[in-house]
């Protein structure tokens, strides 16, 4: 399985746009890139799946090199609520029964 | 639509004390189910999966284990909990191009 490493944390202030990026320099032809938001006492949440260049939906977006040795989640104009732990991962699309591993995550801390 | 239920929400329980967390799925057949569990400020490990009724593989040696008596109903149990069982323990089952789906998830307290 692809190891992915992110940053810890991230600071932010409402209203702006937040990217987290991930590398995973060992990604396989067939992995897929997952990002998924946890809220304290709360499971991990479905945010966006990508395969190669640009994925958009009403939340995030996803931003993937042709190398797909990185990938870049964009949050557009955080709200306090944004506040969560991100995590990103790398296996198939859901599924397989690929057992993925959830690292530590990005804390990412929103404020006024 | 497809739901995930997990139960119950908070559990202490002392050391010694046998457990039983169930999980169930509606609205799919055949779902692939995994457990994880959550020590505090961690990532989430891997503790069991199934592919199938009675098919579990285990990723973490432990006094844990899981079974899975129906196709859509999964059991994370244990004979004698230790302190070290404490934790956040998530049922999850994945489908294509939606990634993983939790449950609430359990805070299991084990004093």
């Known amino acids: 399985l692809a190891k992915t490493t992110q940053p810890i944390s991230m600071d932010s202030y409402e209203g702006q746009e937040v990217n987290i990026t991930c590398s995973h320099n060992?990604?396989?032809?067939?992995?897929?890139i997952t990002w998924y938001q946890q809220f304290p006492s709360q499971g991990p949440r479905f945010i966006i799946q990508?395969?190669?260049t640009k994925v958009t939906n009403e939340v995030a977006s996803l931003f993937i090199p042709a190398d797909r040795k990185s990938s870049t989640l964009s949050l557009p104009r955080v709200s306090l609520s944004d506040t969560a732990v991100y995590y990103c991962?790398?296996?198939?699309?859901?599924?397989?029964?690929?057992?993925?591993?959830f690292g530590t995550g990005t804390q990412l801390k929103v404020e006024l | 639509s497809q739901t995930i239920h997990q139960w119950p929400a908070t559990l202490v329980q002392p050391v010694g004390s046998p457990l039983s967390l169930e999980c169930t799925v509606e609205?799919?057949?055949?779902?692939?189910l995994y457990w994880y569990r959550q020590a505090a400020g961690r990532g989430l490990q891997l503790l069991f999966y199934?592919?199938?009724?009675?098919?579990i593989s285990s990723e973490v040696p432990q006094n844990l284990s899981a079974s899975r008596p129906q196709d859509r109903q999964f059991i994370l149990s244990s004979k004698k909990l230790l302190l070290s069982d404490s934790g956040f323990y998530l049922c999850?089952?994945?489908?294509?191009?939606?990634?993983?789906?939790f449950g609430s998830g359990t805070r299991l307290t084990v004093v």
């Open positions: 999850a089952w994945d489908r294509e191009n939606y990634g993983y789906t």
């Open positions: 060992n990604i396989a032809t067939n992995d897929y």
């Open positions: 990508g395969y190669k």
């Open positions: 991962l790398v296996g198939d699309n859901g599924g397989g029964g690929n057992k993925l591993t």
């Open positions: 609205g799919t057949s055949n779902p692939n």
């Open positions: 199934s592919v199938g009724i009675g098919q």
